[in-house]
């Protein structure tokens, strides 16, 4: 008999953009990214029960706007001084 829990799924990403390999989380089903240039970015995510049939993988659009500075707006000295 076998059981697929929560614990038994493994989880892999690609953010095309930044990593053109997957990375596999394990059993980790969160992610988080810090620091990531301006862009647009395509999440792709995919589970496994088995480590060898992987689900279809589901995305999602991901697009990081630049900070006003680069805009030509006012803000540009004080965002320059408050993130340097």
């Known amino acids: ?3 697929f829990g929560p614990d038994n799924v493994t989880y892999a990403y690609q953010l095309k953009g930044m990593n053109e390999e ?7 089903n969160q992610l988080s990214f ?3 240039p ?8 995919r ?5 060898q049939d992987w689900s ?3 995305s999602l659009l991901i697009s990081i706007q630049a900070p006003p500075c ?4 006012p803000l540009c000295f ?3 001084w408050l993130w340097g």
């Open 1 to 3: 008999m076998t059981f």
């Open 34 to 36: 810090t620091g990531l």
């Open 47 to 51: 589970a496994s029960r088995n480590n």
């Open 78 to 80: 004080m965002w320059r």
């Open 56 to 58: 279809p993988v589901r």
């Open 22 to 28: 997957w990375v596999v989380l394990g059993t980790l």
């Open 38 to 45: 301006w862009g647009d970015y395509e999440l792709m995510i």
């Open 70 to 73: 680069y805009n030509g707006m």
